[in-house]
């Protein structure tokens, strides 16, 4: 999620003008640095919550990128923050 909102920064200030130069500097691929530029469409509140989430000392991360995508194809935010609810409850059982 930081690295989302650095990327959209970044452009915004036209420091870097594509995702090419985005994928260069991150050194990810075209499509892994277009991924993470869907991120910015996550509502803020959800976006905060992703931001602020506990650091895995052990394990796997509960949430992981593949599970965020379907909500960022998403416009409407209250349905974004309904699966956002979900995800986070489904971890929750599963992390015991």
């Known amino acids: 999620m ?3 909102l650095r990327f959209d ?7 870097i003008t594509n995702f090419r130069h985005l994928a260069e500097l991150g050194q990810i691929s075209r499509a892994r ?13 959800i976006q905060e919550q992703i931001l602020f989430l506990p650091r895995t000392e052990r394990g796997r991360d509960p949430i992981h990128f593949r599970q965020l995508q379907p ?6 935010w209250r349905k974004q923050r309904a699966l956002w609810r979900q995800l986070c409850l489904a971890t929750q059982h599963t992390s015991r």
């Open 2 to 4: 930081a690295l989302a």
């Open 9 to 15: 920064q970044l452009l915004r200030d036209r420091v």
């Open 33 to 45: 640095a277009s991924h993470v530029m869907n991120l910015v469409y996550l509502a803020p509140d």
């Open 71 to 76: 909500l960022t194809r998403l416009l409407d």
